[in-house]
């Protein structure tokens, strides 16, 4: 994990992810730069180190609720300061706006692969709600699109109907 109280950053682009990731590391400055196993220690909330430092150190997301334990420790503990409260807002702030922009770049990817999605005819079968020969009579006929990779048929996940639509024809 590198040096003690040292942690890396990681690479992330400019956005709420990567402001709150550096408001993390001023707060773990500004904190004395403990080790991840002695913010461990202060912490009540039962985080692994590992979590802790992934929180200072990856590309994911630390949760909310260690966001704000790690605050909480290392801005100071005892009656809420306005400067603990501030830093505890920006973050907030700053956690929630990465977290929606997360939600949609994984809506974003889904509806990707939604589109590029490719089925066995097996899985096409039971998508369709009908036996893999009712599946590979339709290739045949050529009502549904399919090509090979390799030596197996792949079929477009998009050109396949649900039980209750109609073939197009």
């Given at each position: 994990?590198?040096?003690?109280?040292?942690?890396?950053?990681?690479?992330?682009?400019?956005?709420?992810?990567?402001?709150?990731?550096?408001?993390?590391?001023?707060?773990h400055?500004?904190?004395?730069?403990?080790?991840?196993?002695?913010?461990?220690?202060?912490?009540?909330?039962?985080?692994?180190?590992?979590?802790?430092?992934?929180?200072?150190?990856?590309?994911?997301?630390?949760?909310?609720?260690?966001?704000?334990?790690?605050?909480?420790?290392?801005?100071?503990?005892?009656?809420?300061?306005?400067?603990?409260?501030?830093?505890?807002?920006?973050?907030?702030?700053?956690?929630?706006?990465a977290?929606?922009?997360?939600?949609?770049?994984?809506?974003?990817?889904?509806?990707?692969?939604?589109?590029?999605?490719?089925?066995?005819?097996?899985?096409?079968?039971?998508?369709?709600?009908?036996?893999?020969?009712?599946?590979?009579?339709?290739?045949r006929?050529?009502?549904?699109?399919?090509?090979?990779?390799?030596?197996?048929?792949?079929?477009?996940?998009?050109?396949?109907?649900?039980?209750?639509?109609?073939?197009?024809?």
């Amino acid at each position: 994990m590198g040096r003690p109280g040292h942690l890396r950053m990681p690479d992330l682009p400019d956005g709420p992810h990567h402001d709150l990731n550096r408001l993390l590391h001023e707060i773990h400055l500004r904190g004395g730069a403990p080790t991840c196993r002695e913010i461990e220690r202060r912490l009540d909330h039962g985080f692994s180190r590992s979590t802790i430092w992934d929180a200072f150190s990856t590309s994911r997301l630390p949760s909310w609720d260690l966001v704000e334990a790690l605050v909480e420790v290392l801005v100071g503990k005892g009656p809420k300061t306005d400067r603990q409260e501030e830093f505890r807002r920006s973050a907030q702030e700053l956690w929630f706006e990465a977290a929606a922009r997360e939600r949609e770049v994984v809506q974003e990817m889904v509806a990707v692969l939604d589109e590029v999605a490719l089925l066995t005819p097996a899985e096409a079968a039971v998508r369709m709600g009908v036996s893999k020969a009712t599946v590979y009579r339709l290739l045949r006929q050529g009502e549904l699109p399919a090509f090979r990779i390799g030596s197996g048929l792949r079929i477009p996940a998009q050109a396949v109907p649900s039980p209750e639509e109609p073939m197009a024809s």
